[in-house]
């Protein structure tokens, strides 16, 4: 069963990730990988961060010859446009809903708080290439994983425009916006999965998903509109096609009673604005234990949006390998 550890820490010399439990194999198709890889890269828009990295993945182990060996796969990404002083106030002063005041409390005061330290969005360039890999792996088996941002700012399904019009008003006033994205896996077959805590397919993608930074609420199917219907609005009818059994609303999300039921499995994600924002905020010192004002330096998204999409994307598809792998081992 696929499984991974993030390493790394945004102003150190490199992030990367360590797969274990890939199958031997398995073609590395690179120009896959790097294709998403761009996806997320910053530093390409005027709507996102200015620190320009070309993520460029270097494989260290676990590949051989194109393909995988079955030993971890272990891969680094360095970090080649830092600009530590910009974050020297937030040695003691930290950063109103960021990791920085948790984090220091968890580290005993050992935090590495250049750029956010392991807590940055920037620990996200190894989180897809890990999922682009176990995106491979599920081609192979006919799964597909697609996501698109659903809401931005309070505007629902926004065009290019629209999108681009939320994002740099909020850029102009210094401050940051965030919303939805909706994601959609296809080809799960039906019967993955189970009722209990460590297999329950909902929890298992949740789990994923919420080891993303920003990432502030999960909801499968319906979601919270489920709330508003009738159970004869809610129920998702069955019928049958040819000799498969379908539903002709996907109103559970592709799940029911934790375990998949072969419709597309579905979900939309919250994410929250970035915390990093330019406008004077609230913050206290920890060094004298009084309040204090911050206002943040450095290069921020004013949305991370746009480059959070292929971000969901590799966190299901990382929990689609594990609702398959650990289905199949039920299964046995």
């Known amino acids: 069963m696929l499984s991974y550890t993030i390493f790394g820490e945004s102003h150190g010399p490199a992030i990367g990730v360590t797969l274990t439990g890939v199958p031997p194999g398995l073609a590395v198709d690179e120009g896959f990988i790097a294709a998403e ?4 890269a910053p530093g390409n828009s005027p709507l996102s961060t200015a620190r320009r990295e070309a993520d460029v993945p270097r494989i260290l182990s676990g590949v051989f010859e194109g393909r995988t060996t079955g030993a971890p796969l272990c ?7 830092t600009r530590s002083g910009d974050y020297a106030d937030l040695r003691v002063c930290p950063r109103p809903s960021h990791g920085d005041y948790a984090g220091f409390v968890a580290s005993k005061g050992c935090l590495d708080y250049r750029g956010g330290g392991h807590f940055s969005g920037r620990l996200t360039a190894p989180l897809v290439f890990a999922g682009a890999v176990a995106k491979l792996l599920l081609r192979e088996r006919g799964v597909w994983v697609s996501a698109c941002i659903s809401m931005a700012g309070g505007v629902k399904d926004p065009s290019p425009e629209e999108l681009e019009a939320v994002i740099l008003a909020a850029k102009r006033d210094q401050d940051s916006v965030g919303g939805t994205i909706t994601c959609v896996v296809n080809g799960l077959p039906p019967g993955l999965g189970a009722p209990d805590i460590d297999c329950n397919v909902e929890g298992i993608f949740a789990r994923h998903l919420f080891a993303v930074p920003a990432v502030k609420g999960v909801a499968f199917g319906a979601g919270f509109a489920l709330a508003r219907m009738r159970g004869s609005e809610a129920n998702d ?3 049958m096609d040819g000799g498969t059994v379908r539903t002709r609303t996907n109103h559970a999300g592709g799940v029911n009673g934790g ?3 072969g419709m597309p499995v579905t979900f939309e994600v919250v994410i929250r604005p970035t915390p990093s924002i330019a406008k004077e905020q609230d913050s206290v010192n920890l060094a004298t234990g009084e309040d204090c004002k911050l206002a943040i330096h450095g290069r921020h998204d004013p949305c991370i949006l746009p480059r959070a999409v292929v971000v969901i994307e590799a966190a299901a598809a990382l929990a689609a390998c594990e609702v398959w792998g650990g289905g199949a081992a039920a299964a046995r």
């Open 37 to 40: 890889m761009a996806r997320r």
């Open 259 to 261: 375990i998949t039921n």
């Open 237 to 239: 009818p069955f019928y």
């Open 75 to 81: 891969a680094v990404i360095e970090n080649t446009n």
